[in-house]
C-alpha cells in the first residue's frame, strides 16, 4: 500500500500597523486553507485571526505579523506574534466575561468559544505569540 504524506507547511505574514490589518489577516487565513482543502475551518479560523490581530494593533505600538502551520491533518495552527510583553484574557488565565458597561475585552472571550486550544509565549527580545488552535473535535 503506497501512502502519501502531506509536508508540514508553514505561512508568515508581517503586516503593516493598520486597522485594515485585521481583514488582510482574515483574508489570507482563508486563502491558505482553501488552497489546502481545508476551508471548512475558514470561519471560524478567519474571526480569530480579525481578533488577535485587533488585538495586537489596539495594545501594541510596535510592529506585529502573522503565522500559520498544520499541526496535524486538517488542523491548524494560527499565531500572531507582537512586540508588548503584556498577556491578555483569556490567554493568561481562565475567559472571563466584561463586565455590561465595558467598551471592550468582548474580543477574546471568542477565542474561548472558537478555538480548540489556545495558549501564549513569551519572544527572546521581548514581545509575545498568542496562539490558537481549530480543526480539533469540540
Do not use: I, Q
Not at 489546502?36 to 505579523?65: C, F, M
Amino acid at each position: 500500500m503506497l501512502t502519501t504524506v502531506s509536508p508540514p507547511w508553514v505561512y508568515a505574514l508581517r503586516l503593516p500597523r493598520d486597522p485594515r490589518s485585521a481583514g488582510l489577516a482574515r483574508r489570507a487565513v482563508r486563502a491558505v486553507l482553501e488552497a489546502h482543502r481545508l476551508g471548512g475551518l475558514g470561519h471560524d479560523a478567519g474571526l480569530l485571526a480579525s481578533e488577535l490581530v485587533t488585538n495586537a494593533y489596539r495594545h501594541t505600538e510596535g510592529s506585529y505579523g502573522l503565522r500559520l502551520r498544520a499541526p496535524g491533518r486538517g488542523r491548524l495552527r494560527l499565531g500572531v506574534w507582537d512586540t508588548s510583553p503584556e498577556v491578555p484574557p483569556p490567554f493568561s488565565g481562565l475567559p472571563r466575561r466584561p463586565d455590561a458597561s465595558a467598551e471592550g475585552g468582548r474580543g477574546l472571550c471568542l477565542v474561548a468559544v472558537c478555538a480548540d486550544a489556545w495558549g501564549h509565549s513569551a519572544l527572546p527580545g521581548g514581545g509575545k505569540l498568542l496562539w490558537v488552535e481549530v480543526g480539533g473535535s469540540r
